[in-house]
């Protein structure tokens, strides 16, 4: 994990962003890991705690990915976590490349960890480790796809942001929620 830290520490290929300089795996129990697009900068980057303020109080988000994984009997505590992209990247029109040149270290990132599911959280994860261009998002969402990492397969399933700003985030989440409980 020190390797890849310091290639993270590294890496220019975007420009000068802001970087993930300590945490950029949260270590869970869970047999699936959360993959979200790139952190925020007041969110876990700071924090330390994924879906935490500085504060150690849930973000918004948190509070409606853990009434999810509710369903599924975990905390967000137990989940494992990582981005797509390792910089804060605040103008979106910067994700798809970032993720592009972040790849590599999320491969080998995903390669570390004991998980077969890997649920993602945006369209910039999803395109990124299918490997293909993303139109519309929701085409892709509670649809399971096999991946294969290295010398290992894995179960794709991309879900909504769990952002109360975001319509889908709750309702559209919890059948797709149902169906992880079923295939774990």
Not at 102 to 118: F, G, M, S, V
Request: proline share 5%; aromatic share 8%; hydrophobic share 35%.
């Amino acid at each position: 994990m020190i390797d890849l830290q310091n290639e993270i520490n590294n890496c220019n290929k975007c420009g000068d962003l802001h970087k993930q300089t300590k945490i950029f795996l949260q270590k869970g129990v869970t047999p699936f890991i959360v993959v979200g697009e790139s952190p925020a900068k007041d969110g876990w980057i700071v924090s330390g705690r994924a879906f935490y303020n500085t504060d150690g109080k849930l973000q918004a988000s948190g509070r409606v990915l853990a009434k999810l994984l509710d369903i599924l009997g975990y905390r967000i505590e137990d989940i494992y976590f990582t981005e797509c992209c390792k910089c804060i990247i605040e103008d979106r029109k910067m994700l798809d490349k970032c993720s592009s040149n972040c790849k590599p270290i999320l491969l080998k990132q995903l390669e570390t960890i004991d998980c077969k599911l890997i649920l993602t959280m945006g369209k910039s994860p999803t395109q990124a480790l299918l490997g293909e261009k993303i139109k519309r998002y929701s085409d892709y969402v509670g649809k399971i796809f096999d991946i294969r990492i290295g010398e290992r397969d894995y179960k794709l399933l991309p879900i909504y942001h769990p952002s109360p700003l975001n319509p889908k985030g709750y309702k559209e989440n919890i059948p797709i929620f149902e169906k992880i409980k079923t295939l774990l």
